[in-house]
């Protein structure tokens, strides 16, 4: 009997070790592939301070996702995550078709800055839309079989989110209605991690715009009329990037 009980002792601790292993193994993928790739397809500096994610559930956690300014803007963050709920099919991230059940990424914060018609987060889509759209194939990783990694998200949601408008004394925090999306990339059979980007990042630049547009009253009344008067410029000017009335 004490020999079975040590067997058994034996083959928990093991099964305790790799689980452990394998969660840690999973949660160094993702980061990694944050971190790896992310850059290339914002073309700026991003990072992600870590990752976990369990192997039997698929639920894990992105922690700190900081999304750098692109050129020509501030030294500050575009953007930054603080946590990202994530549920993953099992085992779907060792294949090249990568089936997330749901992202949840709550309290998001978002520095909105402008110069005339021009925005950091407009000049961000547009390094995005470009990695979408170009020749440069390694802004998206390929999976072990050489096929490129394609991401099917069945709901995404956003919530709880601000931005705040303008730098220094005149800054303004503002509160982003909530984002909800579903079934991204079901469609056409998975898309890259560009493509996803993309989709997600202009929902999110509409609720930055709606929520600026709102603010352009309180703008004019602490950086002018000229200051309101941009902020509304280029709401229009990203609207018109992607089609929406002007």
Same mark, same amino acid.
């Given at each position: 009997?004490?020999?079975?009980?040590?067997?058994?002792?034996?083959?928990?601790?093991?099964?305790?070790?790799?689980?452990?292993?394998?969660?840690?193994?999973?949660?160094?993928?993702?980061?990694?592939?944050?971190?790896?790739?992310?850059?290339?397809?914002?073309?700026?500096?991003?990072?992600?301070?870590?990752?976990?994610?369990?192997?039997?559930?698929?639920?894990?956690?992105?922690?700190?996702?900081?999304?750098?300014?692109?050129?020509?803007?501030?030294?500050?963050?575009?953007?930054?995550?603080?946590?990202?709920?994530?549920?993953?099919?099992?085992?779907?991230?060792?294949?090249?078709?990568?089936?997330?059940?749901?992202?949840?990424?709550?309290?998001?914060?978002?520095?909105?800055?402008?110069?005339?018609?021009?925005?950091?987060?407009?000049?961000?889509?547009?390094?995005?839309?470009?990695?979408?759209?170009?020749?440069?194939?390694?802004?998206?990783?390929? +999976?072990?079989?050489?096929?490129?990694?394609?991401?099917?998200?069945?709901?995404?949601?956003?919530?709880?989110?601000?931005?705040?408008?303008?730098?220094?004394?005149?800054?303004i925090p503002l509160?982003?209605?909530?984002?909800?999306?579903?079934?991204?990339?079901?469609?056409?059979?998975?898309?890259?991690?560009?493509?996803?980007t993309f989709a997600?990042?202009?929902?999110?630049?509409?609720?930055?715009?709606?929520?600026?547009?709102?603010?352009?009253?309180?703008?004019?009344?602490?950086?002018? +009329?000229?200051?309101?008067?941009?902020?509304?410029?280029?709401?229009?000017?990203?609207?018109?990037?992607?089609?929406?009335?002007?």
């Amino acid at each position: 009997m004490k020999t079975l009980l040590v067997i058994l002792s034996i083959f928990a601790a093991l099964v305790v070790a790799v689980f452990l292993g394998l969660q840690f193994f999973l949660g160094s993928i993702v980061k990694s592939g944050v971190n790896n790739f992310a850059p290339k397809i914002t073309q700026t500096k991003v990072e992600l301070a870590d990752a976990s994610l369990s192997p039997l559930s698929g639920k894990g956690t992105l922690t700190g996702l900081t999304v750098g300014n692109p050129k020509g803007w501030s030294d500050g963050r575009a953007f930054y995550l603080g946590k990202v709920y994530i549920d993953v099919k099992p085992f779907s991230i060792f294949g090249d078709h990568i089936v997330i059940n749901e992202i949840i990424i709550d309290q998001p914060e978002f520095a909105y800055e402008t110069k005339i018609i021009a925005s950091n987060i407009g000049d961000l889509l547009k390094n995005i839309e470009a990695a979408t759209g170009g020749g440069d194939k390694s802004a998206d990783p390929t +999976a072990k079989s050489g096929k490129p990694i394609k991401f099917e998200v069945k709901h995404f949601r956003m919530q709880n989110a601000k931005v705040t408008v303008g730098l220094g004394a005149a800054a303004i925090p503002l509160p982003m209605p909530p984002i909800e999306l579903n079934d991204l990339g079901t469609k056409e059979g998975g898309i890259t991690p560009s493509q996803l980007t993309f989709a997600i990042m202009r929902s999110v630049t509409g609720s930055v715009i709606g929520a600026t547009t709102q603010a352009v009253g309180q703008l004019g009344g602490t950086m002018g +009329a000229a200051g309101g008067d941009a902020v509304k410029k280029t709401g229009e000017a990203i609207k018109g990037l992607f089609g929406g009335k002007k």
